[in-house]
């Protein structure tokens, strides 16, 4: 194969972009984190920390035309498609500025225009929403792919078989990533899966399915790119199982009782950004600059994002029942 | 108005549901007919027989048995610009779907902060009354009335089973049309050209200044029957069809009961929690000074419908059991 | 593997008692078609015709203290189990002298003595509870096994997926038995799975699996006799595809719009009662007047049922609300 | 009577439902709890933290994110002779087993002619208050106390998070008991030997002659503060926590009703279909000529319940419109 668009273009300017991007969402991360411990972020708070290249890589195969549909874990993806850190923190507020208007919060992310269906807070609930958007595209022929998000512990869920099997059955262009972090909250995953190969699930199917490196962001987009193409060219879903790492806590609640601390130190250094940088300094590509500039830049634009946020607006509480149904044109 | 009187035909309520499928399907590209069966098999109650080799299996798409995964992907789909109808094949199997309806249906609009409606319409077979016993005779619409985002339809005229579904393929929200199992055999006569109808509003089936007796869908032909009834003892009940269960038209509701200051409310449900509760707690809260008499209800009995036919029918309201509630209403 | 519970024992009394068993069944479903068209069965029937030698074969396997678990299309399984007919013929009719006093009917046949626990009418709704009797076995430490039917339709359910999951998960002593008769309702196989193998759904949970003759009471029993030595022995759940076919429709209410005319008439032949009568004949294992003493019992055991069930009463309308919920002892 | 006063303890509501499982699977081999994150997490609500350690991986059950076959296989488990607590982490989750619940747990015995109950004990924390929003935050109970052939329990009281889940554990029927997440750090004092308590009977948690607020689980202290208001204001409320569900307590509700003349219901649900129209509609059954003013409902707001404070806020219950609501009742 020598579609150019399989292959990632390992220029300067595309892994300073990569780099920038995982820089962007964990900057964006710890300070979620900060702000829910000052009380602005509220409700229940799940961080991406230490899973950055897995949505980084797999944005890069999009399209604009494309649809992505996430988890209650999708600042991450919300970021690497594009949704402004500004309308976006302004949600981790619950303020009307935000990408959702506020009503959301951190599980609900949604946002029109970079065609972002959400934010689920129902483990496997996006899968079938995932058949549904690609259904539509392939009744319309239309060339676009649906990008559906999940973590391991929603491949028992019976949603997830029934979505597999619809996906495969009519041949809907559907990437399929699975993001095992290895735990579903504090259940580990050889306590829940008889089959703990994930990817061997969706090749039940019948669907073409593949294990990736989710801690290396250019093996991530080679996936993602050599599946999307095959996925517009009309082969059907594709799977790709990511592994990876969660560094934090499931949520701000977690008191972490079903791992050693010393686990996640082990991890830590094999961590997207970490690992990744150490690669671009030791080949030199990136010099210590480019690496300064990026964290300076996102830096102020983590800053602009919160004085976004802090600036915006309650939504009066007169509008309380607003958004519920549309009214019918006449 | 019109001189020339319309053309009518005879035809059934499970032809009407089928004609407005084929018109829906005939004027919008976007629309198509999903769920188990519809398409090969001609439709659990036969309501879209002939309608695969009419359209193809593209848009008469047959699903596997994966309630909670099709209707996911008719809200995908929806989402993402088509025009699905959904059939789940009755709504004692929707209970699979219900994490769908509930947490994505209904919310999206809201969750989204305004950004994404859900033009889906979804229609589920309803209610007992054929012998199908616990699990396949539940009538769970009044479950679906309680959640916001939803709009809940029950045809029980021919007109509205055509008129209805049309109806709801306007209406940019997420739509649950009911239709009552022992109503798809109904014949009748309608214009030729019957389309759209209004929803949102109760109609009034049968005047009267007695009492009123206010029902939907499967229930609507009892409590006629029982204002027949109750005439011969001139009792006279004015009789509201609800139509749309949510949400509901309380207008006409207490208009009614402002003037018959008696009601009965009829309901297949089972009696706890059901829709008539709600219905009365409405008539209670806005009406309770116009009454001379308590809200009456009659529900099902609170048991899972038992397969003989004469415990099954005990089970269920009747045109009896309402003629005596009414009656009760007027200390008779 | 030499334990005499795995090889069927193919002695004169044996064939002729398997025989038997597929003629009960037969025979019953015959009756119950003309009794729905006199009106005395109402509601939804389906019934096992083709099908015995799945349920004839597996409960060869079984003990007493095991359970059966098993679909709205039952009649057969509660024969093979041990329902009298004479009950069953009851709850067919609504009687309170029925199995399940009358309340059940044609879908919900229960019957406490030989633990058959039902009669599921929702596709896939027995497959958890099959989990569940399974694992209060297991946790008891009895070496008893559950034993599932399902059609291979209820293969597309989430319910099917959660449940071999826990089932192998656990190592739980569930015999699954997946009646594949190509048909789901009017829906062909090939257009409901994207692997049309069920049993290599079966693996992808690490559970063993196999494929079997359906059509053959023998190669039923011997398959069963091995998995339950194994299920036994606690090595976990097994699984067994049989094929099949339905020579009627779904139920009463079919017109077959679905499958033509010929198809069925090809399958005729291959009947498990027709094939293994045949075989019986063409190797003189059995004389054309056991054939004849077995059509000639089962047609008084199904007489006996049906005047059992029409001398049956009807339970009284007052006891409407009964058997809802148990009152708590004191 | 006692004349030692018997040795009382510092407790929460948390702890309370933890002591009762411990004691529960103390006393009873074949009494197990199973659900998402019991386990090694030590609950989603931190409930069951430290039993792991105590009763092994086999008897507090980590399952996979399976709601439908670990609901059912609770459900088959106790046909088969165990006594199972299944936890699902939240009623917002429980929809994916609501099959399991509806069309197995409540309805076996009766499909089985009284042949096989089910001793099933299902938990699940429910309500809002936690900024969770719109998939977080439901509160269903009233959909499953519609439901014959369950139990349905709301504990309030710290003494009720202990002592009704050992009385479901008596009872051989699936009890769902529903524990509204504002509760668990709710602290208190209770006997230290407290035990089972009755189920079945609503409490009157403080007498009152003008106005009765009927309630249960998380809105009680919602309505012991209004009630405090109205004292402040000379109108004695009579607060009931319904306690049950299913069956309602109506001996109690009714009484207290013809006492006072006047009630409010106070519900999380959604208003439209909520227990609380429930509640109303057998008000108006059954004192219908008992009552001086309306019953009046104070139940959640139409809509998802968004995610910011002030919005979610202003969607729940308050003591502020539970007040006003009895005050109406006065005509105040
Ligand atoms: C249906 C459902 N059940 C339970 C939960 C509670 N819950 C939220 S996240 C989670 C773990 C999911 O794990 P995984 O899918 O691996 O995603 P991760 O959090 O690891 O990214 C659970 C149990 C839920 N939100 N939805
Ligand atoms: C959850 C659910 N969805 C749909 C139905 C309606 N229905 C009853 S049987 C059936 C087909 C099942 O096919 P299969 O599992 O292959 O069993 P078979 O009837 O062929 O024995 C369908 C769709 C149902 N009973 N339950
Ligand atoms: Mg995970
Ligand atoms: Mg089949």
Same mark, same amino acid.
């Given at each position: 194969?020598?579609?150019?668009?399989?292959?990632?273009?390992?220029?300067?300017?595309?892994?300073?972009?990569?780099?920038?991007?995982?820089?962007?969402?964990?900057?964006?991360?710890?300070?979620?984190?900060?702000?829910?411990?000052?009380?602005?972020?509220?409700?229940?708070?799940?961080?991406?920390?230490?899973?950055?290249?897995?949505?980084?890589?797999?944005?890069?195969?999009?399209?604009?035309?494309?649809?992505?549909?996430?988890?209650?874990?999708?600042? !991450?993806?919300?970021?690497?498609?594009?949704?402004?850190?500004?309308t976006?923190?302004?949600?981790?507020?619950?303020?009307?500025?935000?990408?959702?208007?506020?009503?959301?919060?951190?599980?609900?992310?949604?946002?029109?225009?970079?065609?972002?269906?959400?934010?689920?807070?129902?483990?496997? !609930?996006?899968?079938?929403?995932?058949?549904?958007?690609?259904?539509?595209?392939?009744?319309?022929?239309?060339?676009?792919?649906?990008?559906?998000?999940?973590?391991?512990?929603?491949?028992?869920?019976?949603?997830?078989?029934?979505?597999?099997?619809?996906?495969?059955?009519?041949?809907?262009?559907?990437?399929?990533?699975?993001?095992?972090?290895?735990?579903?909250?504090?259940?580990?995953?050889?306590?829940?899966?008889?089959?703990?190969?994930?990817?061997?699930?969706?090749?039940?199917?019948?669907?073409p399915?593949e294990?990736?490196?989710?801690?290396?962001?250019?093996?991530?987009?080679?996936?993602?790119?050599?599946?999307?193409?095959?996925?517009?060219?009309?082969?059907?879903?594709?799977?790709?199982?990511c592994?990876?790492?969660?560094?934090?806590?499931?949520?701000?609640?977690?008191?972490?009782?079903?791992?050693?601390?010393?686990?996640?130190?082990?991890?830590?250094?094999?961590?997207?950004?970490?690992?990744? !940088?150490?690669?671009?300094?030791?080949?030199?590509?990136?010099?210590e600059?480019?690496?300064?500039?990026?964290?300076?830049?996102?830096?102020?634009?983590v800053?602009?994002?919160?004085?976004?946020?802090?600036?915006?607006?309650?939504?009066?509480?007169?509008?309380?029942?607003?958004?519920?149904?549309?009214?019918?044109?006449? | 108005?019109?001189?020339?009187?319309? *053309?009518?035909?005879?035809?059934?309520?499970?032809?009407?549901?089928?004609?407005?499928?084929?018109?829906?399907?005939?004027?919008?590209?976007?629309?198509?007919?999903?769920?188990?069966?519809v398409?090969?098999?001609?439709?659990?109650?036969?309501?879209?027989?002939?309608?695969?080799?009419?359209?193809?299996?593209?848009?008469?798409?047959?699903?596997?048995?994966?309630?909670?995964?099709?209707?996911?992907?008719?809200?995908?789909?929806?989402?993402n610009?088509?025009?699905?109808?959904?059939?789940?094949?009755?709504?004692?199997?929707? #209970?699979?779907?219900?994490d769908?309806?509930?947490?994505?249906? *209904?919310?999206?609009?809201?969750?989204?902060?305004?950004?994404?409606?859900?033009? #889906?319409?979804?229609?589920?077979?309803?209610?007992a009354?054929?012998?199908?016993?616990?699990?396949?005779?539940?009538?769970?619409?009044?479950?679906?009335?309680?959640?916001?985002?939803?709009?809940?339809?029950?045809?029980?005229?021919?007109?509205?089973?055509?008129?209805?579904?049309?109806?709801?393929?306007?209406?940019?929200?997420?739509?649950?049309?009911?239709?009552?199992?022992?109503?798809?055999?109904?014949?009748?006569?309608?214009? *030729?050209?019957?389309? *759209?109808?209004?929803?949102?509003?109760?109609?009034?089936?049968?005047?009267?200044?007695?009492?009123?007796?206010?029902?939907?869908?499967?229930?609507?032909?009892?409590?006629?029957?029982?204002?027949?009834?109750?005439?011969?003892?001139?009792?006279?009940?004015?009789?509201?069809? #609800?139509?749309?269960?949510?949400?509901?038209?309380?207008?006409?509701?207490?208009?009614?009961?402002?003037?018959?200051?008696?009601?009965?409310?009829?309901?297949?449900?089972?009696?706890?929690?059901?829709?008539a509760?709600?219905?009365?707690?409405?008539?209670?809260?806005?009406?309770?000074?116009?009454?001379?008499?308590?809200?009456?209800?009659?529900?099902?009995?609170?048991?899972?419908?038992?397969?003989?036919?004469?415990?099954?029918?005990?089970?269920?309201?009747?045109?009896?059991?309402?003629?005596a509630?009414?009656?009760?209403?007027l200390?008779?």
């Open positions: 194969m020598t579609d150019p668009a399989i292959k990632p273009h390992l220029t300067r300017e595309h892994v300073a972009e990569l780099l920038r991007q995982m820089v962007r969402i964990r900057r964006f991360e710890e300070k979620c984190v900060e702000l829910y411990q000052r009380e602005k972020i509220r409700g229940f708070l799940h961080v991406y920390i230490g899973e950055e290249a897995i949505a980084v890589g797999i944005m890069q195969a999009l399209a604009p035309a494309d649809t992505v549909i996430a988890t209650y874990r999708e600042h !991450g993806h919300a970021i690497a498609r594009g949704v402004p850190m500004t976006l923190m302004a949600e981790m507020y619950g303020k009307q500025e935000g990408c959702s208007r506020g009503r959301g919060g951190s599980m609900h992310v949604f946002d029109a225009k970079t065609r972002f269906y959400g934010g689920n807070a129902i483990v496997g !609930g996006g899968l079938p929403l995932a058949v549904g958007t690609a259904l539509a595209d392939a009744m319309q022929k239309r060339p676009s792919v649906t990008a559906c998000f999940f973590g391991e512990g929603a491949a028992a869920e019976g949603e997830f078989h029934e979505s597999m099997n619809l996906a495969a059955l009519w041949k809907l262009p559907v990437l399929f990533v699975c993001e095992n972090n290895l735990y579903a909250m504090g259940t580990a995953l050889a306590l829940s899966e008889s089959e703990t190969d994930i990817h061997h699930k969706a090749e039940s199917y019948r669907m399915a294990v990736v490196d989710g801690m290396d962001v250019v093996a991530v987009e080679a996936a993602a790119r050599k599946a999307v193409v095959a996925i517009r060219a009309g082969a059907g879903p594709h799977f790709v199982e592994r990876t790492y969660r560094f934090r806590g499931h949520s701000m609640f977690d008191s972490e009782l079903y791992r050693d601390k010393a686990e996640v130190e082990r991890w830590k250094p094999h961590g997207p950004i970490e690992r990744f !940088g150490a690669w671009l300094r030791q080949n030199d590509i990136l010099h600059a480019a690496f300064q500039a990026i964290e300076t830049e996102v830096a102020a634009e800053e602009a994002a919160v004085a976004f946020a802090e600036a915006g607006t309650w939504e009066p509480v007169a509008d309380l029942t607003k958004h519920v149904t549309l009214e019918p044109e006449s | 108005m019109n001189e020339i009187a319309p *053309a009518r035909i005879k035809t059934t309520y499970r032809e009407a549901v089928r004609a407005a499928i084929r018109d829906a399907l005939t004027a919008d590209p976007k629309a198509f007919l999903m769920g188990e069966d398409g090969h098999y001609g439709g659990c109650y036969a309501v879209s027989k002939g309608l695969l080799a009419e359209f193809g299996p593209e848009r008469i798409r047959d699903t596997p048995l994966s309630e909670s995964a099709f209707v996911g992907a008719g809200i995908g789909a929806a989402l610009g088509m025009r699905p109808i959904v059939e789940v094949m009755t709504v004692n199997f929707s #209970l699979l779907a219900l769908q309806i509930l947490n994505n249906a *209904a919310t999206l609009l809201h969750m989204s902060g305004g950004q994404f409606n859900v033009p #889906l319409v979804i229609r589920m077979a309803t209610g009354g054929r012998q199908l016993a616990a699990q396949h005779s539940h009538s769970l619409e009044g479950w679906y009335a309680h959640i916001p985002g939803l709009k809940v339809l029950a045809p029980a005229t021919i007109e509205d089973a055509r008129g209805m579904l049309l109806g709801a393929l306007k209406d940019p929200n997420p739509v649950l049309i009911f239709e009552h199992v022992m109503l798809y055999n109904m014949e009748g006569e309608i214009a *030729a050209d019957a389309g *759209a109808v209004e929803t949102g509003k109760a109609a009034i089936r049968r005047p009267g200044r007695d009492v009123t007796l206010i029902t939907y869908g499967g229930s609507l032909a009892k409590a006629m029957a029982a204002a027949e009834t109750l005439a011969k003892e001139r009792i006279e009940a004015e009789v509201i069809d #609800l139509r749309t269960l949510r949400p509901l038209d309380t207008a006409t509701i207490i208009g009614s009961v402002a003037r018959t200051r008696r009601a009965v409310v009829v309901d297949e449900g089972w009696k706890t929690g059901s829709l509760a709600e219905v009365t707690a409405t008539i209670m809260e806005q009406a309770f000074w116009e009454l001379d008499a308590p809200v009456a209800r009659v529900c099902s009995a609170e048991v899972p419908i038992p397969y003989p036919r004469h415990l099954e029918q005990a089970a269920l309201p009747q045109p009896e059991s309402i003629a509630a009414a009656r009760a209403t200390g008779r």
